[in-house]
């Protein structure tokens, strides 16, 4: 199939930028923002848990409307905060998925052991041109779709979203699944399309750009000895890794801020890396494609990822949100309960708009 040249360069750019988005926020077994609260006393998953977090996400967002405001209501309107509102009809979603792999790899069933540690709805607003990113925690607990033997939809369970992606083969079927269990949790929301990345990617890119420079605030004693405390140095390979994913071993950084600066230090100096290499080698946007290709997978068309890149590469990052909640610690694994209220707000601000009376 014949590709011109600025569909190729659109395909490319919105490769290129996602990566980046999964530099920000991947690269991290368990990701907590800033203003979850983390219960580092819990012992287990029979730790109590307030009602309004315990919920699952299944209804519809809204409420029901008196009679004397019947009047305004129409067939796909929901009633919330006593204000009708209607999906935004401007808007358009992609799901992008950070999967704890190095490579792509097909199972021989219809489950696999590969999980999406980012998930990252980019939702473009195409009248006003402006991008809004909303982080769903990998833990989150809600209804994720089952996948039989056969490949067949045969229920729910209650688990970590994260888990939803080992459900299939790892793959498109995979990437299908985690649609649906996002768009549960997100009371039925579309989300048009989706890529996903595996870690490789990232490390890939890094290198391609020649390394990523930085001055080392933390002290890695131990983790990384190359990365000493109060030099600068030239991220390569599995040393950017360690940058940006080093948490747990380090001994100052319970709370996950300084592990967070980090990543705000490494994607500037990534993104200023990046435009150096693309302004000084015409062929370099080319060559990185190529070299990350194997490690992507995505529903979309030549149009549509040539739609995307244009979308990304244009429009304004308004934002980065996500639903508050608490994190606990399960049995075995870390669990997060969102706040079913805040989880509302959110869903209608993000997709919604009011109806306008009169």
Do not use: W
């Not at 390394?211 to 140095?233: A, K, M, S």
């Not at 990534?270 to 435009?275: D, I, V």
């Amino acid at each position: 199939m014949h590709i011109s040249k600025k569909a190729l360069k659109a395909i490319i750019i919105a490769v290129v930028v996602v990566i980046l988005l999964v530099v920000a926020y991947m690269l991290a077994s368990r990701l907590e923002l800033s203003h979850s609260t983390l219960n580092e006393d819990a012992e287990n998953s029979d730790a109590t848990v307030s009602e309004s977090y315990a919920s699952v996400a299944t209804e519809e967002v809204g409420e029901e409307a008196t009679d004397e405001e019947d009047e305004v209501e129409t067939e796909d309107s929901i009633y919330y905060n006593g204000a009708y509102y209607v999906l935004n009809e401007n808007l358009s979603t992609l799901l992008i998925l950070g999967i704890d792999d190095f490579e792509v790899t097909e199972s021989d069933t219809y489950r696999n052991s590969s999980q999406a540690d980012l998930v990252l709805v980019a939702v473009f607003d195409e009248e006003n041109k402006t991008c809004t990113l909303l982080h769903l925690n990998r833990d989150t607990m809600t209804n994720v779709s089952v996948l039989d033997a056969l490949g067949h939809d045969v229920g729910v369970t209650y688990e970590q979203l994260a888990l939803a992606h080992t459900y299939g083969r790892g793959l498109e079927d995979s990437c299908e699944n985690t649609v649906n269990t996002v768009s549960s949790l997100l009371y039925g929301v579309e989300i048009d399309n989706y890529i996903s990345l595996t870690m490789d990617a990232v490390s890939i890119l890094n290198d391609a750009v020649g390394g990523v420079t930085v001055t080392i605030e933390d002290d890695f004693t131990g983790v990384d000895d190359t990365l000493v405390q109060g030099e600068t140095v030239t991220l390569m390979g599995e040393h950017a890794l360690n940058f940006v994913r080093a948490r747990y071993s380090m001994t100052d950084d319970s709370s996950n801020l300084a592990r967070m600066e980090r990543q705000k230090t490494y994607m500037v100096a990534l993104t200023s890396a990046l435009k150096s290499a693309v302004s000084e080698d015409a062929a370099f946007l080319l060559e990185t494609y190529t070299a990350i290709a194997d490690y992507v997978v995505t529903d979309c068309d030549i149009n549509a990822m040539a739609d995307y890149g244009t979308r990304l590469s244009e429009y304004s990052l308004t934002d980065i949100v996500s639903p508050d909640g608490e994190a606990i610690k399960g049995e075995v694994y870390m669990e997060y309960y969102v706040d079913e209220t805040a989880l509302q707000q959110l869903v209608v601000d993000l997709f919604y708009v009011p109806i306008e009376e009169g």
